[in-house]
Each structure stands twice: as C-alpha cells, then as structure tokens.
C-alpha cells in the first residue's frame, strides 16, 4: 500500500501510512498520520521542523530538528517530505530507533 497524502503545502505535508502496531487507536484502514511540519514561523528561537506521527486518538510520537537558518530549515524540510514518502509502513520500535519520542 503507497501513502495516501492527506495534504501537502510549503509548510506541512500528511499523509497516512500502513502499521502493524496498535496506537490507540490505529485508524479504520490500519494506519497512522505522518506529519511533516515546517514550525519555523512559529519557534521564536530557531527555525524547526517537526516530524510527528499519530493515531486517530491521543498516542503520537514526534521528532523536533532545530536550525541556524530559515533556508536550512527549509532545504530539510524537503528532504523529509520525500524520506517520509517513501516509508512503506510505520512501526513505534523504527520512530524510537530515529529519536522520537512520546508527543
């Protein structure tokens, strides 16, 4: 199953990807909400982007990466739109393993 993208824009992209894992819950058709998300206007002190991954409920994991740049930020920004699009399934070991952690 490919993702399904739920948005798309300059400053967040969503999609849903497939999981084995319950999240508490998983949503109907067995997957997750991937987020990438560009927070820079919103983070006074760095430029951030902020990869967050949710069930339909209150489980979620997120991974904040901070930058001297707003283009650095950007430039990542893209990178893991495309990283996170080609991600076929979603496990909570893999997120913990790449540092996120409970949001």
């Keep these: 199953m490919k ?3 739920i948005q798309d824009n300059l400053r967040e992209c969503a999609l849903r990807i497939p999981t084995p894992d319950e999240w ?3 949503y109907e058709d067995g997957t997750v909400k ?3 998300i560009n927070l820079t206007s ?7 982007i902020r ?19 707003n283009e650095e930020a950007q430039t990542f920004f893209d990178s893991k739109v495309k990283e996170v699009n080609g991600w076929s399934i ?3 070991k893999m ?3 790449m540092g996120f952690v409970g949001a």
């Design 90 to 92: 979603v496990t909570i």
């Design 24 to 26: 508490y819950g998983t």
């Design 34 to 36: 991937v987020s990438v």
């Design 42 to 48: 919103w983070n006074n002190d760095k430029p951030c």
């Design 3 to 5: 993702p399904n993208i």
């Design 51 to 69: 990869v967050c991954v949710w069930g339909n409920d209150d489980f979620g994991l997120e991974k904040d990466t901070y930058f001297e740049t």
């Design 95 to 97: 997120l913990k393993e």
